[in-house]
């Protein structure tokens, strides 16, 4: 994330894939980023869908259409889009170029695809009403078209902290000028659902820190030149 970045006791909540990797104290949205809460969404969407305001869905799947607690964001990345795809999708990286991720493993070998399962752990600190903890988060692909989408789903579990289940999808879409990822997300279990705004809020929160972070780490490989917006 460009600038002064606040201590990792205060940036990690939840989880970033399950995406309350909240950034607690205030966080604004990156520039060129946009964001909100999302209504809930009914049938299916084309798969890689971008238009703007439109369901976020990879191969006709989306985010939890029951899930009361939900964000979605997007933002434009100017790095070419095989760049972008290799940082997000290089699961045991992730430490290296996001400081709320310890730990990051791959359950299987080999290229990233449909099936492939990781483990990776984020600190709880300093939070009210909630024990300092590290979470434990198990995440499944269940969809993925390469270059162009991503749907994991699983849990969050650590002591006195649980999501029961946590659903993301990211899009990829060249534009002019680099390329779009969209992003959205859904939990739901009774603790974050005891709380929706709050739950919301640092939903949120860690939903732009990721797409920042993103930019920043794609930006600094390789920035746009030929690889980067349609041809």
Same mark, same amino acid.
């Given at each position: 994330m460009p600038g002064t970045r606040t201590p990792r006791t205060r940036t990690a909540l939840f989880a970033?894939?399950?995406?309350?990797?909240?950034?607690?104290?205030?966080?604004?949205?990156?520039?060129?980023?946009?964001?909100?809460?999302?209504? =809930?969404?009914?049938?299916?969407?084309?798969?890689?869908?971008?238009?703007?305001?439109?369901?976020?869905?990879?191969?006709?799947?989306?985010?939890? =259409?029951?899930a009361v607690v939900r964000y979605q964001a997007?933002?434009?990345?100017?790095?070419?889009?095989?760049?972008?795809?290799?940082?997000?999708?290089?699961?045991?990286?992730?430490?290296?170029?996001?400081? =709320?991720?310890?730990?990051?493993?791959?359950?299987?070998?080999?290229?990233?695809?449909?099936?492939s399962a990781f483990h990776w752990t984020t600190p709880v600190r300093g939070v009210p009403s909630i024990p300092d903890t590290t979470l434990g988060i198990t995440s499944t692909v269940e969809q993925l078209k390469r270059h162009s989408c991503i749907r994991w789903t699983g849990p969050a579990v650590g002591e006195g902290l649980r999501i029961d289940?946590?659903?993301?999808?990211?899009?990829?879409?060249?534009?002019?000028?680099?390329?779009?990822?969209?992003?959205?997300?859904?939990?739901?279990?009774?603790?974050v659902e005891a709380d929706v705004p709050t739950a919301t809020a640092l939903l949120g929160a860690g939903l732009e820190a990721w797409l920042s972070d993103l930019k920043v780490a794609a930006e600094a490989r390789g920035g746009c030149g030929c690889g980067c917006g349609p041809r």
């Open positions: 970033l894939p399950l995406a309350v990797a909240g950034v607690l104290a205030a966080a604004a949205t990156p520039a060129g980023a946009a964001s909100r809460p999302t209504a =809930p969404q009914s049938g299916a969407a084309p798969a890689g869908e971008s238009r703007p305001g439109a369901a976020v869905t990879c191969r006709g799947a989306g985010v939890d =259409p029951k997007e933002t434009v990345i100017r790095a070419p889009l095989s760049t972008i795809w290799k940082v997000q999708t290089d699961v045991e990286r992730w430490p290296s170029w996001q400081r =709320p991720v310890e730990t990051a493993d791959r359950l299987d070998h080999g290229r990233f695809r449909e099936g289940n946590g659903v993301h999808v990211w899009t990829f879409t060249k534009v002019r000028g680099g390329v779009l990822v969209r992003t959205a997300e859904t939990h739901t279990g009774a603790q």
